[in-house]
């Protein structure tokens, strides 16, 4: 595996299927249902359910990114639903406090995780946990906790209130690319999804590919710079320069 010739200064991983391990069909199931259960006076809980797994996965669509993620999730809402944004911030929050441990059981730590950040801290560069940003900065931050990874001082975390777009769409990278003030080929993204990870390479990122919890997306996969299991990344973010 040759090791990049420029020097790196930020490490973008990937969260799920890369630090850590969560069933997302299992996970938005039960996420959406809990939430459904607190509107339940107002909207029947199928609908709303419905209605809301259209409005996550409406995200991950290109579009003009006038608005955040969070903003056209949440007008969504109040066209379909009639729930104001006001209303389901302070719902979606109470149960983020009340009820979201109940879902760390879906979560799996990776053993290797804490390692890959600490050797991306540790030759200073900048770290951004690059996950898809269709879920609130609370619910990200609940799965950094439960895989051992909220101690540490990210750059950016994306999230559906900080960012306009989704992976695969290489505008989600041009604006992580902005937020840290690098140009691409100063920056490695690193995740599992050989579709939505490395479409990095369409804004000029090199990528590598964790082959450990692979998500093989066929014909309309992108080909990695580098690859190779958590062992071997950590083996090469040690030895890069």
Not at 166 to 191: D, H, I, R, S, T
Request: charged share 25%; hydrophobic share 40%; with cysteine.
């Amino acid at each position: 595996m040759k090791l990049p010739q420029q020097s790196i200064e930020a490490i973008l991983f990937d969260l799920d299927g890369t630090l850590l391990q969560v069933e997302m069909q299992e996970f938005i199931p039960r996420y959406l249902q809990q939430l459904s259960v607190r509107f339940a006076p107002e909207v029947e809980p199928v609908r709303f359910q419905v209605t809301l797994r259209a409005a996550i996965f409406a995200l991950l669509q290109a579009r003009d990114g006038e608005q955040t993620n969070e903003e056209l999730f949440l007008r969504t809402l109040e066209r379909q639903l009639g729930i104001v944004p006001e209303r389901y911030r302070r719902v979606c929050d109470q149960w983020l406090e009340a009820e979201v441990e109940s879902l760390q059981p879906l979560v799996t730590r990776h053993p290797l995780a804490t390692q890959l950040v600490e050797a991306a801290f540790a030759r200073g560069a900048k770290v951004v946990i690059a996950t898809n940003p269709v879920f609130p900065r609370r619910l990200i931050e609940a799965r950094l906790r439960w895989a051992g990874l909220d101690r540490y001082p990210y750059s950016l975390v994306t999230c559906y209130e900080n960012s306009r777009h989704c992976k695969p769409n290489p505008e989600y990278f041009q604006e992580v690319l902005e937020k840290v003030e690098l140009a691409p080929e100063q920056c490695l993204m690193v995740g599992n999804d050989n579709h939505h990870d490395l479409a990095a390479i369409r804004a000029g990122i090199p990528t590598y590919l964790v082959e450990t919890w692979l998500i093989d997306r066929g014909t309309a996969s992108f080909e990695p710079d580098f690859r190779g299991v958590h062992a071997e990344l950590l083996t090469f973010l040690n030895n890069l320069r």
